[in-house]
């Protein structure tokens, strides 16, 4: 360990105190290593095992537009009575205002069965992304359940999106935390590398 303590303290000198370019990109390396392999699954296994602990909104599908509640509701609730939803139910959900395009949401990893009519998941849709909408109902078939959830900006559930019927496998979380706008930062680098 002797030997190893002198090149210990370059590194260490290199990546604290060194303005040089490289030491830049080494630091930024370094950070993103143990963000995406050690902090990030480890925040993923500390909430109940899931796969995505913080999410971006990266749509509008669950903006309520910057209006109240209680005109959202009034505006909306036709969809909602049909499907038995009644504004008792709407003022118990926790996101009840939805959420906006760069919020940041926390995840919790949650079984079907935990989940109910109101919370906002996060499931694996029919295309390449991850979506977070609204459970809008829950049924049980045989022994499994299923969840079906609309984004509170759509006009319907849409089966296109795979979102008419999730099975249990296809949930990633339930919401738990909002963090406002903070997602912009990666919703930036996201439309900089397409």
Known sequence: MKKYKP??????????????????????????????????????????GTSHPVVAVVSGSMEHEGIGSEIWWEENKGWYEKRGITKGDYSEW??????????????????SKDINRGDVIVFQSNSHYPIIHRVVDKWKDEEEWFLKTKGD???????SLGETEISEERVIGKSIFKVPYLGWIKIFFVEILR
């Open 153 to 159: 900006n759509n006009g319907d559930s849409y089966d």
């Open 94 to 111: 926790i996101f009840k205002n939805g959420f906006n395009k760069g919020d940041i949401i926390v995840l919790y990893g949650s079984k």
């Open 7 to 48: 090149l210990l303290k370059k590194t260490w000198k290199f990546l604290w105190y060194s303005d040089s370019p490289a030491s830049w990109i080494v630091s930024l390396v370094i950070a993103f290593v143990l963000v995406k392999f050690l902090i990030y699954p480890g925040l993923g296994l500390v909430l109940g």
